[in-house]
């Protein structure tokens, strides 16, 4: 019997304050006005700290616009309830204006200049500090 309760239990559980990154991974990305901006495609983890760098969108179509993902730092994106989804005060045309990769690189080290210029873009400091 409790066997079955646990099959049957909402995936959603918002009274947990940690996510695997497999339940973030396709999570749609709203902007303040509640329109859908796009999906998170995966997000870097710096591998020392654990902390979140930034978060790889991707939009306009199936995984972003001709393969490429939009890198936004982690803490412009919050959680919200109620849309089941990450809200970011962003956008379309500041998302279609910013840096982006290629999803074959998306997932490579990038170097400290590419993320410098993101950092200053989204007008943000850097996500390893100053």
Request: aromatic share 10%; glycine share 10%.
């Amino acid at each position: 019997m409790e066997h079955l309760q646990e099959l049957t239990r909402p995936l959603t559980d918002v009274t947990h304050e940690l996510i695997s990154s497999r339940r973030v991974e396709g999570t749609a990305v709203y902007n303040g006005a509640e329109k859908r901006l796009g999906t998170i495609h995966s997000v870097m983890i710096d591998k020392r700290s654990g902390k979140v760098a930034y978060a790889l969108l991707s939009f306009g179509g199936f995984l972003g616009i001709a393969g490429r993902v939009h890198p936004i730092p982690w803490e412009m994106l919050t959680y919200d309830v109620d849309l089941d989804g990450y809200k970011a005060d962003l956008d379309r045309d500041q998302l279609e204006n910013a840096p982006t990769l290629h999803l074959d690189d998306a997932e490579r080290p990038q170097d400290r200049a590419y993320e410098e210029e993101l950092a200053g873009y989204y007008g943000r400091l850097r996500w390893w500090g100053l």
